[in-house]
């Protein structure tokens, strides 16, 4: 009998291991916005402002104030594993960036073209320079430049057919991007913001710098939501050492969307949680009447041992230790704000 001779087994070309890397770290333009903000809020920024065309397709274009980048590292800059933020494992514990593993920027130029313009303070020009394939393509050139970077990546997904067929058929990613940075804009209320589409003479989302969250959230959600909500906190100040805090906003018993907006950051990190959102919603349908779709903006504090940073970059969604009890603490926190409210509501149409 003839048997079929077994396959070989070969090592797969390097371009294409980082290429198939790269098309999971970035898998729309939307996740190539939220590395590249995440990037100027870890430079110490305070004002970030980001362009789009064709949904990101064309041109995802982010400027930041930040600290810039040496013109001795921009060889490296987008090398795969270069990063300024992490040297050792054990500085995983205690990482305060929101970067560390040193992917995003290479693994967009292996799908896309980057070029990015930098100026370090002290420095009379600044230096621009492209990439393709995580290789700087010729020397930096001189320019022009004010302070801090801008990143510019073009034609994303140009050599995945497959991924850029399947986003241009469905709706494009800007209102994706405008709502990323909407959220952006309410937590890190220090920073200024804005997003707009390429040409535009305005843009979509424009946030101020502001002592007031509630002024942050007025500017960029509106009055009519920030009329409607109700401040927010709780920790577990039971045990002598806390170990977790909460405070935020909420929308009231007036408050009326289809939609649930749930705006979370767990120790400045915009992530998901399904769990919370669901046990958040279960409160209101409970406690309001007419239940509406809630909005809510909450900032949660943890011991930095109690959230594992180290999960795929692309995983928003976060399994918190304890998260029942904390789950729970922060149900009856707002059980009892929306209770008060209603009750107090319900007396002043009486009256
Ligand atoms: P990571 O953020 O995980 O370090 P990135 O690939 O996103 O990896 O960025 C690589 C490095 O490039 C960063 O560590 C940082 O030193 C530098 N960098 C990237 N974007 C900026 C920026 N906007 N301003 C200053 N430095 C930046
Ligand atoms: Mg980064």
Do not use: W
């Amino acid at each position: 009998t003839n048997q079929m001779e077994p396959p070989r087994i070969h090592r797969l070309d390097q371009t294409v291991v980082n290429r198939i890397a790269a098309g999971e770290v970035v898998q729309r333009p939307v996740s190539a916005v939220k590395e590249l903000v995440e990037n100027s809020l870890d430079a110490d920024s305070t004002s970030i402002s980001v362009v789009v065309k064709d949904g990101g397709l064309k041109l995802i274009q982010v400027s930041d104030d930040g600290h810039g980048i040496p013109y001795e590292d921009l060889p490296i800059l987008c090398e795969r594993h270069t990063t300024s933020k992490l040297s050792k494992f054990e500085d995983l514990q205690s990482v305060k960036s929101m970067g560390f593993r040193g992917e995003a920027l290479a693994s967009m130029t292996y799908v896309g073209h980057v070029t990015v313009t930098t100026i370090t303070k002290g420095q009379l020009h600044g230096y621009r320079a492209t990439y393709r394939d995580g290789i700087m393509e010729h020397e930096p050139k001189a320019c022009a430049a004010v302070k801090g970077t801008q990143i510019m990546i073009e034609n994303l997904f140009y050599n995945m057919t497959a991924r850029r067929k399947t986003l241009q058929n469905s709706a494009d990613d800007y209102p994706k991007i405008a709502d990323l940075i909407c959220r952006f804009a309410i937590h890190h209320s220090s920073v200024s913001f804005s997003c707009r589409k390429h040409g535009a003479a305005r843009p979509d989302v424009h946030s101020v710098v502001t002592s007031s969250r509630l002024d942050a959230i007025r500017s960029v959600y509106g009055v009519s939501v920030a009329r409607n909500l109700i401040k927010i906190d709780a920790s577990d100040s039971d045990s002598s050492n806390s170990v977790f805090s909460m405070d935020g906003f909420i929308s009231n018993s007036n408050y009326i969307a289809k939609k649930t907006i749930m705006v979370l950051f767990i120790n400045d990190r915009l992530v998901e949680c399904g769990a919370l959102k669901r046990a958040i919603e279960i409160v209101y349908t409970a406690t309001l009447p007419k239940a509406s779709k809630p909005f809510i903006y909450m900032s949660i504090k943890l011991p930095t041992e109690h959230v594992d940073v180290n999960i795929h970059p692309t995983k928003r969604e976060v399994s918190l230790l304890n998260q029942e009890v904390i789950i729970e603490t922060i149900q009856s926190a707002i059980e009892s704000k929306l209770r008060n409210s209603n009750e107090s509501r319900t007396f002043h149409e009486q009256t």
